[in-house]
């Protein structure tokens, strides 16, 4: 619940609508957590290739939990690759990796990329078209964080779209508006949210 406050927080919702829009829906939250010493390979990705949403919008808000930075494994990015459309990507299932749909290094240049170093509390806003990924923890301190994402409520999330290689049941996922409107009735709002209790501290969401 105390997730759920935070990805409610006007702050960060004042922070999204200015990339997306006013109407808003939280779809999804992750928690992302590289251990000391540990953690794999993030690869280079568009999450445009993995999240079941027409169009293709969503702004994801990374809050860091901890320090982050490029020795415990930072997110690092492309800058503009969001302008560019779709990059190729190809099936990579070394077990070293995160993820399995990797994009192709020779589509784009790896050296002009910049990361993402946060202090505990701050958050980035990445679009889902950007090209991103995160090298494994090499250092002695951990790197977490949590991710949360949100579409715009004029898209449609789509809940009968199979996503090759992914983990997550589309169908069962809640959706929560969490601003403005439900702009596109296709969405359906009720799905997993039975046994949420706003109330209910334990609850998940």
């Avoid at 860091?64 to 779709?86: F, Y």
């Avoid at 993402?116 to 995160?134: F, K, T, Y």
Wanted: aromatic share 8%; proline share 6%; with cysteine.
């Amino acid at each position: 619940a105390g997730f759920l406050r935070l990805a409610n927080d006007t702050r960060i919702l004042d922070m999204v609508e200015q990339v997306i829009g006013g109407d808003l829906i939280l779809w999804l939250t992750h928690l992302f957590c590289k251990p000391a010493t540990t953690g794999r390979e993030v690869p280079w990705h568009q999450d445009g290739e993995y999240w079941p949403i027409e169009p293709a919008a969503t702004c994801t808000v990374w809050v860091a939990l901890d320090t982050v930075d490029k020795e415990n494994g930072a997110m690092r990015v492309i800058p503009g690759s969001h302008k560019d459309g779709s990059y190729p990507h190809a099936i990579d299932l070394s077990p070293n990796l995160t993820l399995n749909q990797v994009a192709d290094r020779a589509a784009f240049d790896e050296e002009s990329a910049r990361y993402i170093e946060l202090a505990p509390g701050q958050v980035s806003l990445h679009d889902v078209g950007i090209l991103h990924g995160s090298a494994p923890n090499r250092s002695n301190r951990r790197r977490a964080g949590l991710a949360l994402r949100y579409m715009p409520a004029t898209a449609y999330f789509r809940r009968d779209r199979a996503i090759q290689n992914s983990k997550l049941d589309w169908a069962t996922l809640p959706l929560q508006l969490v601003r403005g409107v439900n702009r596109n009735k296709a969405n359906d709002l009720t799905v997993g949210h039975a046994d949420f209790d706003p109330s209910n501290t334990s609850a998940k969401f």
